[in-house]
């Protein structure tokens, strides 16, 4: 993999104030384009997943894993490679491949955990397609980077497909891993510690891809262990191929829920993504995309129903939607929702891939970028990474300068803190908690002249409840001089007309004259 490499552009999300009568733009950014990963020249797919693993090196800012399954090692086609990030420069801290081997695809999948107890998170890596499509899932240590497990499924499994954290399953104080093995339309949870299987769940569709795509969920059957949603895009639950995902209890692996997609090769569960509580039902909701149809859900992640139906209309036939999670882009306290495709559009020159970060608020777009070129698989992997951001995979970018494919854009989200909603971040506002009224309000009186905001972020209300009250200039008559002299500079400044001055004016001197002045 190449050094990365830093843009010099950024999505702005924009707020809208109005100063003097005249419309003021205020840019208040969410995601911003840190680096891009670029591939080297045995890379052939880099950036296919991704995983986010804490505080790697020690530096103060979390890390993450990125990995390229068709990487040549040792001359040996799609052995695969897994390379740990830093969060802060885009640089190479490790890299695992495991045992270099003909078309085992190592890093197919990652995941993190903590499986030898020591307090730092591990890396869980799959090879779903050595010893002969066994399969087999390596942990390295996040402390040392030596190897703690290899794993190895049996025959024709595809056994570390996927990959997802399964909390602490068998009460030893380790965390277990989650495996999908499509091969055999199981789902397995092995011991951190060991590496032995403490239970599984399958399906007896054998066309099903049972397992190819997981997720951890809250505790919903009480047993104090995170719960497992499974989906099997292949699945025909009622005779037609629609797919299905399927919620299983930790405590005695009884399938709670299912919901099936709702038309013919919809494929819904070739995707999932654990998501925050988005029902305010105290437990961790689900993200569904689909391998066709366009089809994608925020579910409930207690009996799978749907929460927020973000699916896209009209969306090219046999193009997934890969779902990524979800994170608080715009700071508005929404959970918003990051979705992929590698075929968001269609046009003479063949499929363009995107990624789009969806509000949770209102459905609106935040974020909408779509590929220059056709088949570069842009959004075909994409995860939310806590504490840091977002990263987006573009595995078949070719690099005209090294021949190799693959990329991985990584996007910055730091928190934008908005106390009043005015458009202005905190962090640049005169006055973060401002008096944000439709219209001027002086002493319970209403002026029904507009309450504007300034570049600042002080809005003219701010202005008139920052004069000292009567009390503190020792009589009304002082009080008086001061509001009408503020009066006369906001005309002056251009800030307020002549008409909104007589109008503040006369109610000001109004309310006043009641006693209403608190």
Not at 132 to 139: A, K, L, N, Q
Not at 275 to 280: G, K, P, T
Not at 457 to 473: A, H, V, Y
């Amino acid at each position: 993999m190449k050094p990365p490499y830093h843009p010099n552009w950024r999505s702005t999300r924009q707020a809208f104030g109005l100063i003097a009568g005249s419309p003021c733009l205020i840019a208040l950014h969410a995601a911003e384009l840190d680096f891009t990963l670029a591939a080297a020249n045995d890379n052939f797919a880099l950036g296919s997943a991704f995983a986010a693993v804490g505080d790697w090196n020690d530096d103060g800012t979390d890390d993450f894993a990125v990995s390229d399954p068709q990487l040549t090692a040792d001359g040996f086609f799609s052995s695969g490679a897994a390379y740990i990030i830093s969060g802060a420069d885009g640089q190479i801290l490790d890299e695992f491949g495991g045992e270099a081997s003909q078309s085992q695809f190592f890093g197919a999948s990652l995941a993190s955990l903590d499986a030898d107890g020591d307090g730092i998170t591990d890396l869980a890596v799959g090879a779903p397609y050595g010893q002969f499509y066994s399969g087999s899932v390596w942990i390295y240590s996040g402390a040392d980077g030596s190897l703690i497990l290899q794993v190895t499924g049996s025959g024709f499994s595809q056994f570390g497909s996927a990959l997802a954290p399964a909390g602490d399953q068998d009460g030893d104080g380790i965390d277990d891993l989650f495996v999908g093995a499509p091969g055999q339309g199981r789902v397995e949870v092995i011991s951190g510690a060991t590496g032995f299987q403490l239970w599984s769940v399958s399906s007896t569709e054998p066309t099903a891809s049972f397992g190819v795509a997981i997720a951890p969920l809250g505790d919903i059957d009480g047993d104090s262990k995170p719960d497992l949603a499974v989906g099997a895009p292949g699945s025909r639950p009622d005779g037609a191929p629609v797919g299905q995902v399927a919620l299983f209890g930790s405590s005695d692996q009884t399938r709670i829920a299912n919901l099936s997609g709702n038309s013919l090769n919809n494929g819904l569960g070739a995707t999932l993504a654990a998501v925050d509580d988005s029902n305010n039902d105290g437990l961790p909701d689900l993200m569904v995309g689909s391998s066709s149809g366009g089809t994608c859900f925020v579910v409930s992640g207690t009996d799978l129903s749907i929460v927020h139906d973000l699916s896209i209309p009209n969306h090219p036939f046999a193009q997934p939607i890969v779902v990524g999670g979800g994170i608080d882009d715009d700071g508005d306290g929404f959970t918003d929702w990051l979705i992929g495709s590698p075929g968001f559009k269609v046009g003479p020159a063949g499929f363009f891939g995107g990624f789009r970060m969806i509000s949770g608020e209102d459905g609106s777009l935040l974020l909408d970028v779509q590929s220059d070129s056709p088949f570069t698989y842009l959004g075909k992997s994409l995860s939310i990474l806590p504490g840091l951001g977002f990263v987006v995979g573009e595995p078949r970018l070719a690099d005209t300068q090294t021949g190799g494919y693959g990329s991985a854009q990584f996007w910055k989200v730091d928190l934008v803190v908005d106390s009043d909603g005015d458009g202005v971040p905190d962090s640049e506002d005169a006055n973060p908690n401002s008096n944000t009224t439709p219209t001027i309000e002086l002493f319970g009186s209403d002026t029904g002249v507009e309450n504007r905001l300034d570049e600042n972020g002080i809005t003219l209300t701010d202005r008139f409840d920052s004069l000292p009250t009567p009390e503190e200039l020792g009589n009304q008559g002082r009080f008086v001089t001061r509001f009408v002299d503020l009066i006369k500079d906001l005309e002056g400044a251009d800030l307020i007309s002549a008409a909104e001055a007589r109008a503040i004016r006369k109610a000001g001197i109004k309310a006043l004259a009641r006693g209403s002045k608190k």
